[in-house]
């Protein structure tokens, strides 16, 4: 009511469309009938289950793989009953090496019964920049980790597909001043290849950055600007390209 509800209506969202179980003294866990009831009733085509771990038993064992595996299959068979997607939110574990899909908390078998697991993670040096990340893809080839920023005053905005690479995350993030806010997300931005430079300039002035600064931003980089047709693009210069 007080967190939810307030951003699904400052996203546009159509809240008529979104419903939620209510568990009262009876707390809610995976394994509950009710889930699938209100699945079948409201004839549900997404199941959010925001964090997993809220939604164990107390005499649960996430770190239990036989445990986790019958909870989630039969999870998994009531969403193909119903034809439901299911898409389950989980924290990371404090470690900072290793493989991301070890990252999160409790038994392998939680992602390893996924068909596609994401990443969220924040850059290290522009602490507004996250990126997504899909570490496990078993329907489809496997995505580009793709850029955006969430801010508590401007909102969410994609920056599009990036370049970022890694399979281990970022370091905590660090406060920067705008110009190297926006190095960082110019460097987001046109990881990829090539971007027409208007969309680049309202892109960042959307998130408060003027268009001198980003100009300066890109000057210091030696971001290329080159025109094609009429239309102006902006580029990074060949050291800072994917694969170089």
Not at 219 to 241: C, D, F, H, N
């Amino acid at each position: 009511e007080d967190t939810v509800k307030p951003r699904l209506l400052a996203a546009g969202a159509d809240c008529s469309r979104v419903a939620f179980i209510e568990d009262g003294d009876d707390s809610l866990t995976l394994d509950d009938d009710r889930i699938a009831e209100a699945v079948r009733s409201t004839k549900a085509r997404l199941l959010i289950i925001d964090p997993i771990q809220s939604y164990i038993r107390q005499d649960g064992d996430m770190q239990s793989a036989t445990r986790m595996r019958a909870i989630l299959t039969r999870l998994s068979r009531m969403a193909a009953q119903y034809r439901c997607a299911i898409l389950l939110v989980g924290h990371l574990n404090k470690s900072s090496s290793g493989k991301t899909l070890y990252r999160g908390l409790g038994s392998i078998d939680i992602a390893a019964i996924a068909r596609s697991v994401l990443m969220i993670v924040r850059d290290e040096y522009n602490p507004e920049i996250r990126y997504m990340l899909q570490i496990k893809s078993n329907l489809a080839p496997q995505g580009s980790a793709i850029g955006f920023v969430l801010d508590q005053s401007r909102g969410f905005h994609w920056l599009g597909k990036c370049a970022l690479i890694s399979d281990e995350l970022p370091a905590q993030a660090k406060s920067v001043s705008k110009k190297e806010s926006a190095k960082g997300l110019l460097r987001v931005i046109l990881s990829s290849g090539p971007v027409e430079s208007k969309s680049v300039l309202r892109r960042l002035q959307e998130l408060d950055i003027s268009e001198r600064t980003v100009r300066t931003a890109a000057q210091e980089m030696g971001i290329k600007s080159t025109r094609r047709a009429k239309v102006w693009y902006m580029s990074l210069p060949a050291g800072e390209l994917e694969g170089e």
